[in-house]
């Protein structure tokens, strides 16, 4: 598992490994779909326990009977199990971000074999076994207009290569890649493009959607300066570059220049999740 750098914030189970986020109208998105009633295996036993320490790292993984997080909240696990983008969530109560806790979730019997043969998508789904059973969550979805950023293939197309998949790692062949995430530096091996344009919403806090056609699994190499280091600099290029030894572009630079890619802001229909209702767990 990779950590997001902007703290504090969940570790991405096998990272970022479901469908990015897209602007629809209609039918519900296929990431928010309803699991209750698939071959996903329900957990025997769910504890939630309050974390006090506001300074610890929020992470998630996952074991061999079942998933754990510390230090997460709600809107972490909103997040991670529905796969949203901040727009696309509307209604939480302000203890949802800022109330903490430690879950322990574990299937028994058979439930463990087929918790093995799951994909990255559907384990993380699990998450939402604990928000319905514990925190109470009931939601519904709206469409609305929402800022977006539509991504093209720029003129003289793509500068990423096609991945060839290596035998030496083929826990990096699932399907969805795997990511190597540090400050204002991105490597990816093996996404679809639309896992790897849900990274970049993460980064720039906005849906994406992809017109660029691409329809391959592909490697991606990106470094940019973090918007706090270019705004230290106050417009100085040179101190841009001192700073932390860093003399990348911006990301939105970067994304053309270096992967071949324009994005251009729009305002398109966007599906969002609206939460009705969410309680904090009762103590025993």
């Given at each position: 598992?990779?950590?997001?750098?902007?703290?504090?914030s969940?570790?991405?189970?096998?990272?970022?490994?479901t469908?990015?986020?897209?602007?629809?109208?209609?039918?519900?998105?296929?990431?928010?779909?309803?699991?209750?009633?698939?071959?996903?295996?329900?957990?025997?036993?769910?504890s939630?326990?309050?974390?006090?320490?506001?300074?610890?790292?929020?992470?998630?993984?996952?074991?061999?009977?079942?998933?754990?997080?510390?230090?997460?909240?709600?809107?972490?696990?909103?997040?991670?199990?529905y796969?949203?983008?901040?727009?696309?969530?509307?209604?939480?109560?302000?203890?949802?971000?800022?109330?903490r806790?430690?879950?322990?979730?574990?299937?028994?019997?058979?439930?463990?074999?087929?918790?093995?043969?799951?994909?990255?998508?559907?384990?993380?789904?699990?998450?939402?076994?604990?928000?319905?059973?514990?925190?109470?969550?009931?939601?519904?979805?709206?469409?609305?207009?929402?800022?977006?950023?539509?991504?093209?293939?720029?003129?003289?197309?793509?500068?990423?290569?096609?991945?060839?998949?290596?035998?030496?790692?083929?826990?990096?062949?699932?399907?969805?890649?795997?990511?190597?995430?540090?400050?204002?530096?991105?490597t990816?091996?093996?996404?679809?493009?639309?896992?790897?344009?849900?990274?970049?919403?993460?980064?720039?806090?906005?849906?994406?959607?992809?017109?660029?056609?691409l329809?391959?699994?592909?490697?991606?190499?990106?470094?940019?300066?973090?918007?706090?280091?270019?705004?230290?600099?106050?417009?100085?290029?040179?101190?841009a570059?001192?700073?932390?030894?860093?003399?990348?572009?911006?990301?939105?630079?970067?994304?053309?220049?270096?992967?071949?890619?324009?994005l251009?802001?729009?305002?398109?229909?966007?599906?969002?999740?609206?939460?009705?209702?969410?309680?904090?767990?009762?103590?025993?």
């Amino acid at each position: 598992m990779h950590l997001k750098p902007k703290l504090p914030s969940i570790a991405y189970i096998a990272i970022l490994a479901t469908a990015g986020a897209s602007a629809q109208t209609g039918s519900v998105p296929a990431q928010w779909a309803d699991t209750s009633s698939s071959d996903i295996p329900r957990f025997d036993v769910i504890s939630v326990k309050p974390d006090n320490n506001p300074n610890a790292i929020s992470h998630a993984r996952v074991d061999a009977d079942g998933l754990g997080a510390e230090n997460v909240t709600v809107h972490m696990l909103l997040m991670e199990s529905y796969q949203l983008n901040e727009n696309q969530l509307v209604g939480e109560p302000s203890w949802a971000k800022t109330d903490r806790f430690d879950i322990e979730a574990k299937v028994a019997g058979p439930d463990v074999a087929k918790l093995a043969t799951l994909s990255t998508r559907d384990r993380r789904s699990m998450f939402r076994q604990v928000l319905s059973d514990q925190f109470h969550l009931t939601t519904h979805v709206e469409t609305r207009q929402l800022p977006v950023y539509v991504v093209t293939v720029a003129k003289g197309g793509p500068k990423f290569k096609q991945h060839v998949p290596d035998p030496a790692h083929p826990d990096h062949e699932n399907g969805s890649g795997w990511f190597n995430w540090s400050r204002g530096k991105l490597t990816a091996q093996g996404p679809a493009m639309s896992y790897f344009l849900y990274a970049l919403s993460l980064e720039l806090h906005r849906t994406f959607v992809d017109k660029t056609g691409l329809t391959g699994n592909y490697d991606f190499n990106l470094e940019w300066t973090p918007d706090d280091i270019a705004a230290s600099s106050d417009g100085n290029s040179s101190s841009a570059q001192s700073a932390e030894g860093n003399s990348a572009p911006s990301i939105f630079t970067a994304i053309q220049e270096q992967l071949g890619l324009k994005l251009k802001s729009a305002k398109v229909p966007v599906q969002v999740m609206v939460v009705d209702n969410v309680t904090r767990p009762t103590r025993d």
